[in-house]
């Protein structure tokens, strides 16, 4: 089983669906959480760090459930500009050096 | 901003050959890694550093070596070629300290093609 493991899709949606990922980690003692959004041909750049709380940046929210050991990431009112690759992220380790483990991604385009 | 530095952005090789990707960063990141990105298989990690000096393995260290003399620089060195190295790789970095100690920044990514 993978450690991080994430639907790959494609999800096609039309510009301004609301479209959810989720994302579920086998690891527990994976500590923080991030997505990381990737453009084709393009290095990974972080989205946003998720937080134990739930945290909201604009149009996108994410939300972490420890029990479950899933993060889902929701983006609302979507963009042609949202067509991407997200990466779901888990961070475990200590004080020392932290590994991350990426997800394999879920391909989103958003059409007009 | 220059960030993450990789060069070159492509390559091709012949199997056997030997060659050095570069990488630099001017953030004073304290660690910094290499992942490689296949089709399904996601980012993985090849070898990383925890500071000048300290190299460790990765995931699929197996045909690569690393070293870290400066804290900016970090190559990855391909000993001999193989086709199933072909893939796009990239080197990143993260402070490793302080609030945003686990934000990673990567490089632009160099595509490698062993024939």
């Known amino acids: 089983r993978k450690e991080v493991e994430q639907d790959p899709g494609p999800f096609n949606v039309p510009e301004g669906a609301t479209v959810a990922f989720n994302c579920t980690y086998s690891?527990?003692?994976?500590?923080?959480f991030f997505w990381y959004r990737q453009d084709c041909r393009k290095e990974p750049k972080l989205l946003m760090s998720?937080?134990?709380s739930g945290n909201e940046d604009g149009r996108f929210t994410a939300q972490l459930n420890r029990a479950s050991q899933y993060i889902s990431l929701l983006i609302r009112d979507s963009k042609l500009s949202d067509s991407a690759t997200y990466l779901c992220?888990?961070?475990?380790?200590?004080?020392?050096?932290?590994?991350?483990?990426f997800g394999q991604g879920t391909i989103l385009t958003v059409h007009p | 901003n220059a960030g993450v530095t990789q060069t070159p952005k492509f390559q091709v090789l012949k199997t056997g050959q030997s060659m050095t990707l570069q990488c630099a960063q001017d953030m004073n990141h304290e660690y910094m890694s290499w992942y490689r990105q296949d089709p399904g298989m996601g980012l993985r990690l090849i070898h990383y550093?925890?500071?000048?000096?300290?190299?460790d393995q990765g995931e699929v260290p197996n045909g690569y070596n690393v070293s870290r003399s400066t804290t900016e620089d970090f190559p990855l060195r391909l000993l001999s070629a193989a086709p199933s190295q072909t893939s796009v790789y990239f080197c990143?970095?993260?402070?490793?300290?302080?609030?945003?100690?686990?934000?990673?920044?990567f490089g632009a990514g160099t595509r490698l093609s062993v024939l």
């Open positions: 992220v888990a961070l475990t380790g200590g004080t020392s050096y932290g590994k991350l483990t």
């Open positions: 998720v937080y134990s």
């Open positions: 990143a970095s993260r402070p490793g300290q302080g609030r945003a100690k686990n934000i990673q920044y």
């Open positions: 690891n527990s003692a994976s500590q923080s």
């Open positions: 550093s925890v500071g000048a000096g300290i190299t």
